[in-house]
């Protein structure tokens, strides 16, 4: 079975920094595309940042992160990472790990999620 755990999420002050790290059990890993997902109060889970199967797969971020997260992945260690800099109250959110392995349109994808880790940027 797969399972996907996030840690290091927490309290932090405005402009402060919190590195996410989501760790991977099974095999999937190297052939899924990682994701994170954010879910604040009262409004939809978002896409936060994206990055392919490689170690130097191509990236895409939320416009609302951009330049302040920095998604990354190690396929040798299963962990996929969150690096956030320059936190805002508007980054609190619980954010999730996602993996997603991409078939063709008859067999479709497979989909998995973490449980979540709070973030909250407040004074």
């Known amino acids: 079975q797969v399972q996907l755990v996030e840690s290091g999420g927490g309290l932090v002050q405005p402009g402060g920094s919190l590195r996410l790290s989501c760790a991977v059990s099974g095999s999937i890993f190297s052939k899924s595309v990682m994701g994170w997902y954010r879910q604040a109060p009262g409004k939809q889970r978002e896409l936060v940042a994206r990055i392919t199967s490689a170690n130097s797969g191509s990236t895409n971020y939320a416009d609302s992160v951009k330049g302040r997260f920095t998604i990354s992945r190690d396929n040798a260690k299963n962990t996929v990472y969150l690096q956030m800099n320059s936190l805002q109250p508007e980054d609190t959110a619980v954010y999730y790990c996602?993996?997603?392995?991409?078939?063709?349109?008859?067999?479709?994808?497979?989909?998995?999620w973490g449980q979540g880790t709070q973030v909250t940027v407040s004074s």
């Open positions: 996602n993996a997603k392995i991409e078939y063709g349109v008859v067999r479709g994808t497979d989909d998995y």
